[in-house]
Every structure is written in C-alpha cells, then in structure tokens.
C-alpha cells in the first residue's frame, strides 16, 4: 500500500488471492505470465465498421504495453488528442493483446504505422466508421492462456473445468483493477476520505481508476461473503436478476420454479451492487444483508456517490464460454473460452488453483494499473471495469 498507516477500511477488504473460491480448495499451483505470449486477449467489437466517415478504427496488437500507453503513442504520431482517441477497454499489459481504437483523422491520407513497431504494436487492420468508438462496445474477449510449472491433483482438472464450463465462476474484479500491490485501493481511500476542495490531483482517467477500484472492492465484499453462504449462483428474494448478454435486470420479490431454472441455466444471473448514490435496488432480507456487508465502508460509498456514480448492479455469475484444454508438454495447461465485456480471465483461473508471476511483472513505465477486461476507467455510470 502506498501509506504506511494502514485505514481501517483498508485492513477490512478480503485481498484478490483470499477470496473465497465456489469450486473447493485450490487443486494446483504453477507459474502465469511465464512469458508475454502465455497470456493472449482478443476483444471482438459489438458491431460491424460501416467503413466510412471521419474516424478510423486500427486494430492494434500489442506486447508488453497498456492501453493508455498505446493511445499515447497513437496521439503523438497522429497529432490527435488522446482525448479524442476512443478504445472500447482496457487490456492488459502483461500480455499479447489485441484491441480497436478509434483516430478523427479526417479524409486524409492513412499515416505511415512502422514506427509503431519498435514498440511492441502492430496495426492489424484499419477501417474507416463513422463515430468514436466508445467504452463497453465488446461482444467479448477471446482468452489463450498457459500456465506452466503445473504441481498438484493434476488428475483432478478436467472435473473441475468441466464444473466452471457447466456452472461459472465467481464473477470477482480481478487484481489488475487494483493496481500493484493493491495500491490503488490506498490511494481511493485518500480520495474518497479528503474534504471537499483538499482532495488529491489527479486526471481524470487516474480519477476514473481509482474509484472503479474502490467500487469493485466492495462489489467483491458482496460476492465473497454470498460464495461463503453458498448463495452466489441462486436467486434470492428480493433480488435483481440481470438477463445474460445485456445489462438489463429486474426485481424479483418472490423466487419461483421459473426463475429457479433461469438462473440454472444461465439466462439470468444474480447480481451485486455497483455502489453509488441512489436507493437500493434490491429488498428485503438481501438488501439487509448488502448493508451489513457494507456498513465498513459508509464512508467510500459517500464518496463515490458525491463523485457522481450512480448505484449499479453486475453479474455474480461469469460463465466462461467455449473453455477448452489440454495439457502440453512439460505440465502446462493451456486453457481457451471467452468472456462478456468487463470480465476477468484471473477470476476464472483463480477457481483452479494458486499463481505466482514472475518477479517485476507489472512493473515499469507502462504499467498504469490496466486490466483484463472491458469495462470503463472514467467515473461514468455503466457496466464493467473495468
């Protein structure tokens, strides 16, 4: 943590690594993010270019560089601002990943992109459409991972995948939300605990940061404590259900045999708060047990209210879609599927077992406390991450 005195509501928060898991006790322990090329994302955009108009999207891989980096490096060969440089989230820099951003460059020529290339990107595409690509435009983000040095109930795995494929995973931010060494989450409590007028000065995406990494820390208080009560994947009384592939949910007082096999299978999903200021969406016993959960945190959810976040809901359940495996040689697993925008790979690969990365991963001067998903890094209102 940056500070050396350590908030009370800082010591309260369950850490990344000591969330409860849904599936049992970690079966294996190995070795992620061995090399860049053992952790791969791919986000495939939500619509089809209409390629004309003054924008144009470039698709760009990347290696070893953040999101905000590239857009940067986009600005400064270009000339446009990074304000008007659009991505649909955030990716990962610890990781080959290929994402969209959007340029107003106009109807001129197409810029030369090699100088791109000494720095880890390549332009895979470029389409012109008609408008800025905004935050959360993603049907979803493609996942190829490697996890190696495997020890542990190897013979146990494919039980277990097969459990995450069928019934999902908690649906946990994962700790690239939080930053290094959850730092983030120290430098939120700052913000949120200042008196008007004597906060911290920050820009505005560092701002967005950090009050998404305070909101999804107590989302994950939510979610930790129902996956204890065995409750995360079942519909409660009182509960907002969320429709699978959209953002659209409903109260639901009462719990009937439909609703069970909804949830069951996957068209509905249970739902924890996205703190804000506005009344409760949920009733009853459950949101009882939400303002227990909270009450440690009266003061960050004040916070997050007078910054402008409205109250919001997310999905409990993540249901990996498409997950394969295979063992190669040398015990790796390398584990393929999908994931909704805003979604994190690390919360699924946490349900198997205990990682470690290499040291100094994470670090130096791209690293800005990216992640894996799709979600927002303004303070605006809206699902995701991120």
């Known amino acids: 943590m940056e500070s050396q005195i350590i908030a009370p509501e800082l010591e309260r928060l369950i850490g990344f ?32 270019p209409d390629d004309q108009g003054a924008h144009w999207l470039l698709q760009v891989r990347k290696t070893g560089a953040n999101t905000e980096w590239v857009a940067r490096r986009l600005a400064a ?29 106009g109807e001129g020529p197409v810029p030369d ?24 435009a993603i049907a979803w983000n493609s996942f190829e991972l490697r996890l190696r040095e495997l ?24 700790p690239q939300r939080f930053g290094r060494d959850a730092g983030n989450l120290a430098r939120a409590h700052h913000l949120l605990s200042a008196r008007p007028g004597r906060g911290q000065r920050l820009s505005r ?8 990494a305070a909101r999804s820390a107590l989302f994950n208080q939510v979610l930790a404590r129902r996956v204890e009560l065995e ?48 009344d409760s969406l949920v009733d009853g016993e459950l949101a009882a047990l939400e303002i227990e959960i909270l009450a440690p945190w009266a003061d960050w ?12 809901r997310r999905a409990l359940i993540l249901r990996p879609l498409d997950l394969d495996w295979e063992m190669e040689e040398g015990a790796c697993l390398r584990l393929t599927f999908r994931l909704p925008a805003g979604a994190y790979a690390t919360s699924v690969v946490r349900e198997l077992g205990d990682w470690w990365e290499p040291a100094g991963g994470g670090t130096g001067a791209r690293a800005a406390a990216d992640s894996s998903d799709s979600g927002k890094a303004v303070a605006a209102p809206g699902a995701g991450i991120e």
């Open 151 to 174: 020890s542990g109930d190897l013979d146990a795995l494919p039980a277990r995948l097969s459990a995450m494929a069928a019934g999902g995973v908690p649906n946990y931010f994962g």
């Open 301 to 312: 959810i004040d916070g997050l209210g007078r910054a402008g976040l409205r109250a919001e």
């Open 17 to 48: 690594e000591q969330l409860p898991r849904a599936h049992g006790l970690a079966l294996i322990k190995g070795l992620m993010r061995a090399h860049l090329e053992d952790f791969r994302v791919a986000e495939t955009l939500s619509f089809e």
């Open 113 to 136: 992109w090699s100088p791109l290339a000494a720095e880890g990107m390549e332009v895979l595409a470029c389409r012109r459409h008609g408008r800025k690509l905004r935050r959360g």
């Open 231 to 278: 409750c995360w994947n079942q519909a409660l009384p009182g509960e907002r259900l969320q429709l699978a592939g959209s953002h659209s949910h409903f109260l639901a007082e009462v719990i009937d045999d439909s609703i069970t096999n909804r949830v069951t299978s996957g068209d509905l999903s249970p739902t924890g708060p996205l703190c804000g200021t506005g």
């Open 77 to 105: 060969l270009t000339g446009v601002a990074v304000r008007d440089i659009g991505y649909a989230g955030l990716k990962d820099r610890q990781a080959v990943a290929t994402q969209w951003f959007s340029l107003p460059l």
């Open 205 to 212: 995406y560092q701002r967005g940061l950090l009050l998404s």
